[in-house]
């Protein structure tokens, strides 16, 4: 066997039947309106806002190094906004939306320019301050029914479409389309220059520092961009929930917790752990919801045991044992005669 | 005499409390390639880390093109043109080999080198460019990070420690495509453990000891008794 034989590529038969399998599956998802209930259609919108959120944490805590556990200032803001922008601007809840994540950009950067400065735990715990600060400012305005909070009214409801499945349909549709532009961003990111040297960056930050890597700007674009596409996300999860108030919008629980415990579980710092951590933990409040704090108990166990049994997550075991990536973003050597395993 | 592309002058760089370097000055002119040599612990790679604005200095220290970079961080130095090749290789493990090198241009200077120019000068790498860079041997992997800091079409580029924990006969190869390096009239700073290998190459030499520069010197008028002088600091 010579060395002509080898042979180096990016894409592989797993990828490929990824590829395949994902186009198939999301077709199927996007027809679940005709063959799935009521509550299933909602867990699923629900899976696919959190899938999302899980994305945006891995690609800032996982590939940036910006671990950041007050996320839910963004998913509380765009709520909010989502309120604020349909009951006093008039506007339609779609464009609310869009512009939620407007207002989470232009917000993000002096929250960034604020606690960038800021290393490590002191960063995470700048992060939960930030958060505090935005949940009790929005509980200061009354005309968002402050500290009790406020519902949508049913005339912006309908706005979205007068037939409630109608309704409910568009809300899984947007949710679907939410968690699919995330992923597929995501990748496209890290397959780019800047996401070129986002890599280098959490490979070897002196390195890529001297090479003429701007590490501040970098972080800062994913801050923002994360930061933006987070606050959408929290507009539709309260589109869902059609009732907000400052502790449901800015629960560090609800919005960090669980999305780390999904990101830490599958895998932080590959596209694919995300996915399977968000499955895993539905599989485990469905499963275990109606044992009441025993199931918070379960998640920390589980989270517990993974972190020191597997600190690379599910799909680092996986990946470790049978050498797969669905989302083909490294290169590996071919050996002839011995066919593609994964 | 060409114009001076690097000024030092009474260079002190710290690691908290530790003076590392004390009162250096030196000089590097357009196209000329300078060794700095020295013993363990002498300053050398602090000297390379100043430069490079991977320490912070004081200002007015460091100039760079008549520019004071002192006070410049890292990144912003590289784009103007001064790329190292670090001690250590310190490529990106998760990256392949044309990737690492992709991150060198990440600068954007325009100049002779590009991937098709970095190939022709180590064709291996080319062979090997969807690889991951940390399965090359030892000598490949330097070649990349060579490379890399090729691909930002740098004016004056460092070579930390270029030889260090390399084979000798991968150590000629090295060396052996210096000239080709450097005869695109870029100026090098090549800092070298291997006193005649330093000394074949450079046109001028400093010693370092103990972070004060203890000669300086053409490399082909430099006794062999001067250097083990200010080498070792023995009488």
């Known amino acids: ?342 | 005499m060409p114009e001076p592309i690097l000024q030092i002058q009474g260079l002190n760089a710290h690691y908290g409390d530790f003076q590392a370097l004390y009162g250096v000055d030196m000089e590097v002119s357009e196209g000329e390639v300078l060794a700095v040599i020295g013993s363990n612990g002498a300053g050398k790679t602090t000297l390379m880390r100043s430069i490079t604005g991977l320490l912070s200095n004081g200002p007015g220290q460091i100039k760079y093109h008549d520019k004071d970079i002192s006070r410049l961080r890292a990144d912003e130095i590289a784009i103007q043109g001064l790329s190292m090749v670090p001690e250590g290789r310190q490529l990106f493990p998760s990256l392949s080999v044309r990737e690492n090198l992709m991150i060198g241009a990440q600068v954007g200077r325009k100049g002779p080198w590009s991937l098709e120019s970095v190939y022709k000068l180590f064709p291996i790498l080319e062979e090997r460019k969807d690889q991951q860079s940390t399965s090359l041997s030892g000598g490949q992997q330097q070649m990349v990070a060579i490379g890399r800091a090729l691909m930002a079409n740098p004016d004056l580029i460092l070579f930390d420690e270029i030889s260090l924990g390399l084979a000798p006969i991968i150590i000629k190869d090295i060396y052996d495509a210096l000239p080709g390096i450097i005869g695109e009239g870029m100026s090098a700073i090549i800092v070298e453990q291997d006193i005649s290998k330093a000394l074949s190459v450079s046109s001028r030499v400093y010693c370092l000891q103990e972070g004060r520069v203890s000669l300086e010197g053409t490399s082909d008028t430099v006794s062999r008794e001067d250097i083990s002088r200010a080498y070792f600091g023995i009488e």
Request: aromatic fraction near 12%; charge should be positive.
């Open chain 1, 1 to 342: 066997m010579t060395l002509q034989d080898y042979h180096v590529t990016r894409s592989s038969n797993a990828a490929r039947t990824a590829a395949i399998l994902g186009a198939l599956i999301l077709i199927a998802l996007v027809a679940a309106p005709w063959w799935a209930g009521r509550a299933d259609m909602r867990l699923m919108g629900e899976i696919f806002l959190y899938l999302a959120l899980a994305s945006l944490w891995n690609l800032m805590a996982g590939y940036a190094g910006l671990v950041s556990v007050g996320q839910q200032a963004f998913v509380g803001f765009g709520g909010y906004m989502l309120f604020a922008l349909t009951m006093f601007a008039g506007l339609h809840p779609i464009a609310a939306i869009g512009l939620a994540g407007v207002f989470g950009a232009l917000v993000s950067v002096p929250v960034a320019v604020l606690i960038f400065r800021l290393r490590g735990a002191y960063f995470a715990i700048g992060t939960w301050v930030i958060a505090e600060v935005f949940r009790l400012g929005f509980a200061q305005i009354s005309s968002l029914g402050g500290g009790s909070g406020s519902s949508l009214p049913v005339a912006i409801v309908k706005s979205l479409a007068s037939k409630r499945a109608m309704r409910e349909s568009l809300s899984y549709w947007l949710a679907l389309g939410a968690a699919v532009t995330v992923i597929t961003a995501v990748y496209l990111f890290l397959r780019s220059r800047k996401g070129l040297a986002l890599t280098a960056i959490r490979d070897n930050e002196l390195a890529a520092r001297s090479l003429g890597i701007d590490i501040w700007r970098t972080k800062f674009t994913v801050y923002v961009v994360t930061s933006a596409l987070t606050a959408m996300i929290g507009a539709l999860i309260f589109l869902q929930k059609l009732r907000i108030s400052p502790d449901a919008a800015f629960s560090v629980n609800d919005w960090t917790a669980f999305v780390i415990f999904i990101v830490v579980i599958g895998g932080i710092g590959t596209i694919e752990g995300p996915i399977v951590g968000t499955l895993v933990f539905f599989a485990l409040r469905e499963t275990l919801a109606d044992l009441g704090t025993i199931y918070l108990i379960v998640l920390g166990v589980v989270a517990i045991v993974i972190m020191l049994k597997a600190p690379k997550g599910i799909w680092g075991l996986i990946r470790a044992r049978f050498d797969l990536q669905l989302f083909p973003l490294g290169y590996r050597v071919m050996v002839p005669g011995k066919t593609d395993k994964s």
